[in-house]
């Protein structure tokens, strides 16, 4: 159960990351380009699921 959080974290950044690229590209009066929006999400997301298992690792160690 514990490995579908991190696929709701992914799924939901990529959700929320091609709003925000839609709505920053309006904002810059640029066009929108799907699919460098969703290289550019999905790395993040998997930075942002993968530093807090290193932090909860590091954590464990020091007990």
Excluded at 15 to 42: D, E, P, R, Y
Excluded at 48 to 61: G, R
């Amino acid at each position: 159960m514990e490995d579908m959080r991190y696929v709701a974290v992914i799924f939901w950044a990529v959700v929320l990351g091609q709003v925000a690229g839609f709505i920053g590209g309006a904002l810059n009066q640029q066009t929108f380009n799907s699919q460098k929006t969703m290289i550019v999400t999905v790395v993040f997301a998997i930075i942002f699921s993968i530093i807090p298992m290193l932090l909860d690792n590091d954590k464990k160690n020091r007990a």
